[in-house]
């Protein structure tokens, strides 16, 4: 077989255990079941028992990954969408995010490395807090693993949901705003999800903040790189 | 199918300006990646009206919706990882948990702060 027809192959199969996932995620709709999730488990598995590479996956996989890019630019257009709430809300919301991107990275690194993590590690966990595409793209530019990267924007996204009302109750967060821009700062389309469960408007500030959040963290980064590590 | 074209019309301005995004990046010598760079720039064009929301807003629905498919084969790879998560990484899992935590409450906390302190002043 020549690496094309295994690359469509792999595409296909990949494109249709995502849709799968999907509808397991729309009848079972719990952070756990999130799409990325129960597709990767699956094409694991089946890589596992078949004996099949990751770089074998990969023929077919890098076109998909190829999209990555687009699919980081095209945040904008959810951005542009909430504009008159941005515009009204630009200080508390840059503001708040900024915060929380500060807090967020140099938590992350100290913790790390004070629990004696090594250096490629403590890079794939600083852009935790951030959407997945756009922390693996912090990931490559830092020299963390892209794959790690994903893997610990889920248990951000995930843990921060299973949270989120005990942070809210902790530390008294009873405004829309700052339910909204806490929980899209720190666990991103996941936490977003779980915002519009609540409101609109909370789903619409979290929107905003995980996509500035982005922008912030990609910004600060190797500058808080450069003083932690 | 007129969708479908759409769509892959659409993709592939985003495409343009991710590519122009990688350039900027490599031309200043930038950290932030060039896809955040595309971001921000299709942003700008979006809120000044030099590109009309109908020439990416098909393509840009489809990539936000399905998000996740675009990078499930970067998450499979964490199969070349598990041996990194064996021991240890369980101390990793509680330190991004612990200061995602810290982020929802710093962030949150800030632009609560902020908001109550503006209706204040409205009052």
Redesign the interface.
Known sequence: MNNLLIGLIIVGA??V??LAA?NIHKKVAISFT???IT??II??AI??SFEIS?ET??I???W??E??????????????RE?DVLKRLT???L???T???V??IS??IL??RF?G?EDL?IYS?TP??V????A???A???GG????A???V???GI??VL??SL??K??R???R???G???G???H?IGTSKALESSMVEGSISTI?M?V???VV??I??GLIAVLM | MLNVCKIIIH?AI??C???F??WIQTALGL??????I??????IL??TNLIK?SW??N???F??D????????????????FD?FAG?GF???V??????????????????W???R?EREHE
Do not use: W
Not at chain 1, 67 to 80: E, F, I, K
Not at chain 1, 145 to 148: D, E, G
Not at chain 2, 68 to 77: E, H, K, R
């Open positions: 990949t494109y255990i995502y999907k999130a799409p990325v597709s990767t094409i694991v890589l596992l990751y996956y990969m077919g996989g890098k998909i990954n999209l990555l890019g687009p699919a980081v630019v095209a945040l904008a257009y959810p951005l542009y504009r200080v508390p919301i503001i708040g995010t915060v929380g991107a807090v967020g938590t992350g913790l790390a629990a993590f590690l966990l935790k807090s959407t997945t595409p756009v693996m793209a912090i490559e530019t830092i693993v892209t794959s790690l994903a893997v610990f889920m248990i951000a843990g921060g949270f989120s942070v809210y902790i530390f967060i009873d405004h705003i700052g339910r821009v806490g929980i700062s720190a666990s389309a903040a996509v959040s982005a922008v990609s910004v980064t190797p | 993709i985003l495409y300006i991710y590519l995004g990688n950290f932030v990646p060039g896809s955040v595309g971001m921000v720039i299709l942003f979006l809120s929301v990416v807003e393509g840009a629905r990539i936000v399905n998000l996740a498919l675009f990078f499930v084969p970067a998450t499979v790879g964490v199969m070349n990882y990194l240890k101390l990793l899992v330190i991004v948990l612990f200061s995602t935590l810290l982020v929802m409450a710093s962030s949150g906390i800030t632009s609560q902020i908001m109550h503006e």
